[in-house]
């Protein structure tokens, strides 16, 4: 009898699952010291959204019937700031009665950073194109959700955008152009 899965697959799934437990819990830990009503409010929507996809994905590999990767749906509430306006100074805590709002946004955004990075890569390796699909779309929600939580972060200044100058950055943009297609064509055919 053939595998269901390929080694890689089960292995990437392995290391997709436990990521997104060890996510779940770590944004468990994080409530307690959330003060903001929206970022508490992002935090719980995220939550909930990650233990869902994390039964999606137990229910789509132990019935080999493939469920549909849900997407996230986040708002896009805020144009970003750009510049850095008098950023604070970080150090770690001293103290767990310590961690406050900044504290709990950036770990929640350094998870979804790792695990969508974790994830596009856990995709490449599948062989099944169902799987595939649902880990990249996992990848994907990961990302939304980073961005989520980076709009709050940017919003409150906690996360500031360095900029350079006008000048740098028009001639950094511009140092590109389209390429010539025409001839890529004719050396494909011959």
């Known amino acids: 009898m053939a595998a269901q899965y390929g080694a890689h697959e089960v292995m990437e799934v392995h290391e997709v699952l436990t990521d997104t437990v060890d996510g779940i819990n770590q944004f468990q830990l994080y409530r307690?010291?959330?003060?903001?009503?929206?970022?508490?409010?992002?935090?719980d929507k995220?939550?909930?959204?990650?233990?869902?996809?994390?039964?999606n994905m137990v229910q789509a590999i132990n019935q080999r019937g493939m469920s549909q990767a849900v997407?996230?749906?986040?708002?896009?509430?805020?144009?970003?700031?750009?510049?850095l306006d008098n950023p604070?100074?970080?150090?770690?805590n001293t103290s767990l009665?310590?961690?406050d709002d900044r504290d709990v946004a950036s770990g929640m955004l350094g998870c979804?950073?790792?695990?969508?990075t974790m994830?596009?890569?856990?995709?490449?390796?599948c062989a099944d194109p169902e799987l595939r699909r649902l880990i990249q779309q996992g990848a994907i929600n990961c990302s939304e959700q980073a961005y989520e939580v980076w709009q709050y972060m940017n919003q409150k200044g906690y996360y500031q955008v360095p900029t350079m100058k006008e000048m740098t950055t028009s001639t950094m943009m511009n140092t590109y152009s389209s390429a010539n297609t025409?001839?890529?064509?004719?050396?494909?055919?011959?």
Do not use: C, W
């Not at 979804?112 to 969508?116: F, M, N």
């Open 88 to 92: 604070s100074s970080l150090t770690p």
């Open 119 to 125: 994830r596009m890569t856990a995709s490449l390796e």
């Open 46 to 55: 995220q939550l909930r959204f990650m233990t869902q996809e994390y039964n």
């Open 71 to 83: 997407p996230y749906r986040t708002v896009r509430n805020a144009n970003p700031v750009y510049g």
């Open 112 to 116: 979804h950073k790792a695990s969508a």
């Open 32 to 43: 307690p010291h959330t003060r903001d009503q929206q970022l508490r409010s992002i935090l």
């Open 97 to 99: 009665d310590d961690m």
């Open 182 to 190: 025409s001839g890529l064509a004719q050396h494909q055919y011959q």
